[in-house]
């Protein structure tokens, strides 16, 4: 009897699991070797031949050609992790195909799945309270989300700057948009721009755009302007119908123009009455109109981006106004320096709003592949600062937090009855492949390594710790090496869900 097409394809049972197992373990194993401060490198080529060189986990796997489902499932865990807290993809991804490891040992081991599943499931109740345990007792200020900004951006790329260079003005950057609310995450953009050392790299309080002024012929810096944003054309209306006019005599087309010249006159007067120095429109300005503005010395921007004009408004307090009839003093916004830079492209800078709620760190870099990289390590700094100052709670880094969880966790598999203490027991194994990976990419032996290590902690705190070419079994919240607790409780879950969901699927039904 023929139930499916004879284009479908079934896997299933062993085969299945084992298929799954392995895509998601090659997914894990394509980002493991950039784990930590001495992580590699990846290069990836695409079809057309555009190359990204990157260590970041989640820019890994969204360049990968990736087409087997398991292994997106782990893409998908990169995925989330990045966008609830930022950072930690690699680690989150690393953690999830060693527990598929795990899980196919216990496989082997004639362990029912279920059991794996429920096993896993305990054992990740009791990760989130382990981590809660080894909550760092300090009060998370300045200094504290400098060392947290270096954690995440050491190993990565920066352009020959070091992270502790950049973690001042990631810091100040997530400090000025700090409310009673919490971090406005959003407030805080990032601008490359190729062409210099990463060095340059600054904080703009206020917005950065690409964006032109309407004329050349216009003075490209203005200090202690009132700013407007206006959202219409300042050019003749289209008819709402169409329309045609018969002109009989030269006078006729002389009133015409003159009409049409008059209308035009009157949208610039309609401008300058308003006294405003600075306008972005994110419609089309006539070029009479413009030269007009021009003349009185008032700086125009034309066509602005809709993501422009809104960041425009809210750094300088302006409203978005929809009629230059409307236009009044009382919906300007203010700012101290509004000035266009040139580089391949004009750059406009609108800072020191009156209102300034968005900040821009402006990074820059030789080439465009070293900016894209520091944009990437930035945004990760970025990301844990911001995670830290919202939840006030770090745990210790280096492998100490994941140790600690594991010892917690065997603690607790001795509570558990039947098989599933077993999956307790390989969950707790799977965390080791944290510090274990540290070693490995720091050029050490990964099991003499974690014998040191697991020693060290059953006396105190330790982690692996790199300080120039050695890599020491030390306290790292003494070396300042520590992470958002949220991070590491992000990367727990999001692989254990990753993994037990693989792990309930024992039929793979292809059709085309």
């Not at 059991?115 to 309270?129: D, I």
């Not at 755009?209 to 003075?219: C, Y």
């Not at 406009?348 to 390590?377: P, Y």
Request: glycine residues 8%; without cysteine; aromatic residues 2%.
């Amino acid at each position: 009897m023929f139930i499916l097409s004879e284009d479908s394809e079934r896997t299933s049972g062993q085969d299945a699991q084992s298929a799954n197992i392995d895509a998601g373990k090659a997914v894990a194993e394509s980002v493991r070797t950039t784990l930590g401060p001495r992580g590699m490198d990846k290069m990836l080529v695409s079809d057309s031949g555009d190359v990204v060189i990157t260590n970041d986990g989640a820019t890994i796997l969204d360049e990968m050609d990736i087409d087997h489902p398991a292994a997106e499932m782990l893409v998908e865990v990169a995925e989330s992790q990045a966008d609830d807290v930022g950072d930690g993809t690699t680690t989150a991804v690393t953690i999830a195909g060693e527990l598929l490891s795990e899980f196919e040992s216990l496989l082997e081991d004639d362990i029912h799945p279920t059991t794996v599943v429920q096993g896993y499931k305990e054992a990740e109740r009791a990760a989130l309270e382990a981590i809660d345990e080894a909550v760092v007792d300090a009060a998370v200020d300045d200094e504290t989300l400098e060392a947290i900004v270096t954690t995440a951006m050491t190993g990565k790329s920066t352009g020959g700057v070091t992270p502790e260079t950049l973690a001042d003005e990631i810091v100040a950057a997530v400090r000025r948009v700090e409310t009673d609310d919490g971090v406005d995450r959003d407030a805080i953009s990032i601008t490359t721009q190729p062409g210099s050392s990463a060095g340059a790299t600054e904080l703009i309080e206020g917005i950065v755009a690409e964006e032109s002024p309407a004329r050349e012929d216009v003075t490209r810096s203005v200090e202690d302007v009132s700013v407007g944003v206006l959202d219409t054309d300042l050019d003749q209306r289209d008819p709402d119908v169409d329309a045609e006019w018969q002109v009989s005599s030269r006078d006729q087309l002389d009133q015409a123009l003159a009409a049409e010249e008059q209308h035009l006159r009157e949208f610039a007067e309609t401008v300058l009455e308003t006294g405003v120095d600075v306008l972005f429109v994110t419609g089309d300005v006539n070029e009479q109109v413009a030269a007009t503005l021009a003349r009185e010395g008032l700086l125009v921007f034309d066509s602005v981006d809709s993501d422009t004009a809104r960041s425009v408004a809210k750094a300088t307090g302006a409203s978005q106004i929809g009629d230059v009839d409307d236009l009044e003093a009382d919906d300007f916004g203010t700012a101290e320096s509004v000035h266009v830079e040139s580089f391949d492209d004009d750059l406009v800078f609108v800072e020191g709003g009156g209102a300034t709620e968005t900040v821009t760190l402006f990074v820059r870099g030789g080439t465009g592949h070293v900016t894209d990289e520091l944009e990437r390590a930035i945004r990760d700094g970025v990301d844990a600062a911001t995670q830290a100052a919202d939840t006030g709670e770090i745990v210790p880094g280096a492998g100490a937090t994941e140790l600690h969880v594991a010892g917690a966790l065997r603690e607790r598999a001795a509570s558990v009855e039947g098989r599933e203490q077993l999956a307790v027991e390989a969950f707790a194994d799977a965390l080791d492949v944290i510090p274990r990976t540290l070693a490995q990419n720091a050029g050490q032996d990964p099991i003499d390594a974690l014998v040191d290590l697991r020693a060290a902690n059953e006396e105190g705190r330790a982690g692996l710790v790199q300080s120039g070419e050695d890599a020491d079994v030390v306290d790292p919240v003494e070396e300042g090496v520590v992470d958002p607790a949220s991070v590491k409780r992000e990367a727990i879950s999001s692989a254990a869900e990753a993994a037990t969901m693989l792990a309930r699927i024992d039929d793979v039904i292809s059709a085309e």
